[in-house]
């Protein structure tokens, strides 16, 4: 198998890897679990209150956090960054989680050890349950807040075939949240409904993903990842102040990007400006990196894959892998108990 082929026939895997556990867990009928309040359970058993406080107001923060498959067995790609932003995000509801940043590290690492070993995405959830008088009010202070952690198939989120040949993407005519309206910088679930719609929309126009913009007009992010362009061999992408995300995996991208020698530029972007733009693309803990050939229709660069998205993309992915000693401290080895 090739380099290439590694890098791009899978995220975490070779393509024959993936298909060969894949078929495994079909077959086998592997049983999942999930981490709810410090107990794993089998995951048809777990179940939440049809008057959970979250459900009905989404008051619950998450993380999305990716498992790869190295040399060592598997390993989660920066789970404390993940653990301390999920801490984080849960000061803008006032959330008191009963566990540590250390005790969710290890609630994650268990969970990834006793689930299938295609699972590749992990979401932590914490959220506000309901109380025994089944209360309905906006203030959720009142109720307990319940943690859980389970596990899913995510493969290349927009594609595989778009890994290399990129993803198309419109602009959405929902624009982000401004900065006071709600807090960005926290993963809330309530706020990701404004991103389920910018998806919806994406998909009806038979686009891969959806491009949206903030309240001053300028680009902010796409319903589930930062964005990039490259100029001149320069990359730039939104600041904080233009309603985006603090991405794990942005930051991730910012550092392997200087360490090969590339300029890295924060600042606000426009619409027009993706349009004259070298290279386009989007990264995330789902998209990974993922080169985006169109916008609205217009082609950006050569349509693909661009070579300096293509550098830091290969890169990346050795990174996760394990493949570079420079990035081993992203990873958290899981197989082997500490």
């Not at 990129?166 to 401004?178: E, L, M, N």
């Not at 600041?239 to 910012?254: C, F, N, P, R, Y």
């Not at 070579?307 to 080895?333: C, M, N, S, V």
């Amino acid at each position: 198998m090739t380099n290439h082929c590694k890098a791009f026939c899978g995220p975490s895997l070779t393509h024959q890897d993936m298909v060969e556990l894949e078929i495994e867990g079909m077959e086998k009928k592997e049983q999942q679990f999930v981490w709810m309040d410090g107990k794993m359970t089998e995951k048809e058993k777990a179940m939440v209150p049809i008057m959970t406080h979250a459900l009905h107001y989404g008051t619950g923060v998450f993380e999305g956090i990716r498992v790869y498959h190295t040399h060592e067995g598997r390993a989660v790609f920066r789970l404390r960054d993940h653990m301390v932003r999920f801490q984080n995000s849960t000061k803008a509801l006032d959330m008191k989680i009963p566990f540590s940043i250390d005790e969710m590290i290890e609630a994650v690492r268990e969970t990834v050890r006793v689930n299938p070993k295609h699972l590749d995405y992990i979401r932590p959830l914490a959220y506000y349950g309901h109380n025994e008088d089944d209360k309905i009010t906006l203030n959720p202070t009142i109720f307990p807040v319940r943690v859980a952690v389970a596990l899913a198939y995510m493969g290349a989120y927009l594609g595989a075939d778009n890994l290399e040949n990129g993803a198309k993407i419109i602009t959405s005519s929902w624009r982000k949240p401004s900065n006071d309206s709600t807090s960005l910088q926290a993963k809330i679930c309530g706020n990701y409904v404004n991103s389920v719609m910018c998806k919806i929309e994406s998909n009806m126009q038979g686009a891969d993903e959806g491009l949206m913009l903030n309240s001053n007009g300028t680009v902010a992010e796409g319903p589930g990842e930062n964005m990039f362009i490259v100029r001149g061999g320069k990359l730039i992408t939104p600041t904080l102040a233009s309603g985006v995300l603090e991405g794990v995996t942005k930051d991730s991208i910012i550092t392997i990007a200087k360490d090969l020698g590339y300029e890295v530029v924060e600042r606000e972007i426009t619409r027009s400006e993706i349009w004259i733009a070298d290279e386009f693309f989007m990264t995330g803990t789902a998209a990974e990196v993922t080169p985006c050939g169109t916008l609205d229709g217009r082609v950006i660069g050569n349509g693909k894959r661009g070579p300096i998205t293509k550098h830091i993309q290969e890169t990346f992915f050795q990174a996760a892998r394990g493949d570079l000693p420079k990035y081993r401290h992203w990873l958290d080895p899981v197989d082997n108990k500490r």
